[in-house]
């Protein structure tokens, strides 16, 4: 009798293998080429920018506005942009916001409107019957808002909310220090307002606002899908050919601070540190950024990296650490971000500087190389492949002054980086003497760990 349990257990352990072996995935096979649809751009008189992009067999056209303004414009009144915006949502001189929502459902689709730091973004997918009379619409909404007083207290009372909740983060935290320190006297360094200054806007100042910075010379109309040339063409013409061209969008590249600066910000009985190390880069019009961002991509930008490997796979201190490059108009930033134990948090410091010496003091593998490529061809595709994603991109190419060529050449550019050019990159722009480090946790558990931490010998918290 035992013989034949053992038997069975023999025969069931080998058809979980089998099992298990069939369903492997597949070798993945190499990244198809982007075959880029035909881009039409052209300029009206007072300045406004128009591109159409005929996309896709579904027929839906996706319509995008974007207008050069956003935190960037607003001085020292933060988030003044962003209730602005709020307000516009309201509805217009014609039609209230309930009458929007539903002729908009009535086509298909929703309009949706928000703030960045350079830019507000109107965007509103239809079917393609309705996109004259979409494209209408978000002309309305742009130019004609209504700015209805008796909303503002309810929406000023949301941003408030939205304020105390983000601030309950160590991440919205630790990243409005690193952006104070990186960007200091400057909109991008200025990431929440107080609650006083958020009670002290007055309808008469988000109407300055408005009228101070939107405007044909300043817009951007995108348009993507289905839909007829020729009457989307009058359509623009009709709606946007005779809004005021307005001011010139504003240049305000901001001066960065020089030397390592190093915050810590106390959370007692936090049981992760949250850790943010960064510092500016040359931003995507630079003819470095291509290879900078697929060494940062390696380094710690996706599930495969090393900081992902290490950190997380082989050391256990943190769930996803990562790395990214922010970009903003003019200037951009690296930033390597993690949540990790607090009783590991001046392991994972060394852990994190020892990753950014050991890649500019070797240049990685050719395999190493080559799947950081894969991995970037196959989003650059995927995210193109909606007309939402496609104008996205288009919005990115505009806002920084990239060429036409950008995206013909994309995906060659990515394949043509060698491993010494990652090793290049590293030693280039990684510099560790003028990095930003800010810590949110448990002080009186991270300080002590930090005399462990070669990298801040000699450093002062600020």
């Known amino acids: 009798m035992k013989q034949l349990r053992l038997m069975l257990l023999i025969g069931l352990a ?78 217009t001189e014609l039609r209230s916001a ?26 509103l997918s239809v079917l393609s019957e309705f996109a004259g009379d979409a494209l209408g619409l978000a002309a309305e909404v742009l130019r004609q808002p209504a700015f209805p007083a008796d909303q503002l207290e309810r929406l000023r009372a949301g941003l408030v909310r939205s304020r105390a909740l983000s601030l309950s983060r160590p991440q919205a935290i630790a ?13 991008y360094g200025r990431s929440y307002p107080t609650e006083e200054q958020l009670a002290g806007y007055t309808l008469d100042q988000i109407k300055h606002y408005y009228r101070d910075n939107f405007g044909a010379q300043r817009s951007h109309v995108m348009i993507a899908g289905q839909f007829d040339r020729d009457e989307m063409m009058a359509a623009v013409r009709r709606e946007f050919g005779d809004w005021a061209a307005g001011p010139a969008p504003l240049t305000l590249p901001p001066t960065v601070a020089s030397g ?65 490059i922010s970009m903003n108009y003019r200037t951009a930033n690296w930033a390597q971000t993690a949540d990790v134990t607090t009783e590991h948090t001046g392991d994972s410091l060394n852990e994190i500087f020892a990753e950014i010496a050991r890649i500019q003091g070797e240049a990685p593998s050719v395999a190493e ?32 002054d990239l060429p036409d060529d950008y995206l013909d050449t ?47 010998e000699g450093i002062e918290r600020l």
């Open 14 to 91: 080998a058809l979980c293998s089998a099992g298990f072996a069939r369903e492997l995935p597949p070798e993945g096979g190499p990244a198809r080429d982007f075959n880029l649809p035909t881009i039409e751009r052209l300029t009206l008189d007072n300045g406004l920018r128009v591109t159409l992009v005929p996309f896709g067999k579904i027929p839906k056209a996706m319509i995008r506005v974007d207008v050069h303004t956003g935190n960037l414009n607003e001085g020292d009144n933060v988030w003044l942009a962003d209730l602005t915006t709020e307000l516009m949502k309201e509805g």
């Open 98 to 123: 309930e009458l929007i929502a539903r002729q908009t459902a009535r086509m298909g689709g929703e309009l949706s409107l928000s703030t960045g730091l350079d830019q507000t973004y109107l965007g």
């Open 175 to 187: 990243a409005a220090a690193y952006a104070e320190l990186l960007y200091p006297n400057h909109p």
């Open 260 to 324: 390592f600066r190093l915050k810590l910000i106390d959370r007692p009985g936090a049981p992760q540190s949250t850790l943010i190390l960064g510092l500016p880069v040359d931003d995507v019009a630079s003819p470095d950024f291509t290879a900078l961002n697929q060494m940062q991509i390696l380094l710690g930008g996706y599930f495969s990296s090393r900081m992902t490997a290490n950190l997380r796979e082989d050391k256990g201190y943190t769930y996803s650490p990562r790395s990214r």
């Open 369 to 400: 190389v080559s799947r950081t490529q894969n991995y970037q061809t196959g989003t650059f595709v995927l995210s193109h492949a909606t007309p939402g994603g496609l104008l996205a991109r288009i919005s990115q190419m505009t806002l920084h």
């Open 410 to 456: 994309y995906l060659s550019a990515v394949n043509s980086i060698t491993p010494d050019k990652h090793q290049k990159m590293s030693q280039k722009h990684l510099v560790t003497d003028q990095m930003t480090l800010v810590i949110v946790g448990d002080l009186a558990r991270v300080v002590p760990q930090l005399e462990a931490v070669p990298a801040l």
